[in-house]
């Protein structure tokens, strides 16, 4: 059995996946709920070979998933990230448009991303909307900043 403090020393930097929404997965959505559908009411009938179907509907979930990119980010150090925001943070607090890009380049995983001009002009693409940038936003909080609270009240 592993002790806590084996635990604790074996802690590594947070990580988290972002999927960012690239194509419209419309067209394979309605095929997959279709397909789902079928083979639901086909699981009762003789003869119907469930493997094949439920093989198809995974392979229907799959082409589906392809509209997404798994942007995959880490935590930074608490002195990187400090440093970072203290320099982009005003009376409203962080300047998320001149940093965003910038923490992005430093907190993800994929070593091609890791590019704060790259970022930038993403970004900046008329492509992407307020709720992509929101949940990237949203991820390099809970990375950084945000805690788990695992206390129950007792009551």
């Not at 559908?37 to 439920?54: F, I, K, N, P, T």
Request: with cysteine; aromatic share 6%.
């Amino acid at each position: 059995m592993t002790s806590i403090r084996e635990r604790l020393e074996a802690k590594r930097r947070r990580t988290a996946v972002v999927p960012v929404l690239v194509s419209d997965p419309s067209e394979d959505q309605q095929a997959a709920v279709t397909l789902q559908q079928a083979h639901a009411l086909r699981l009762r009938e003789e003869g119907y070979d469930s493997a094949v179907g439920a093989a198809a509907v995974e392979a229907a979930a799959a082409r589906v998933r392809e509209h997404w990119a798994d942007v995959h980010l880490q935590s930074l150090p608490p002195a990187e990230w400090e440093m970072i925001v203290s320099t982009h943070t005003g009376e409203t607090g962080i300047d998320w448009d001149a940093v965003l890009a910038l923490l992005l380049a430093h907190s993800c995983i994929d070593p091609d991303l890791r590019d704060e001009e790259w970022w930038a002009a993403r970004l900046a693409d008329d492509a992407w909307s307020a709720g992509d940038t929101a949940a990237l936003k949203r991820a390099l909080l809970l990375l950084n900043v945000d805690a788990f609270d695992p206390y129950v009240p007792k009551g």
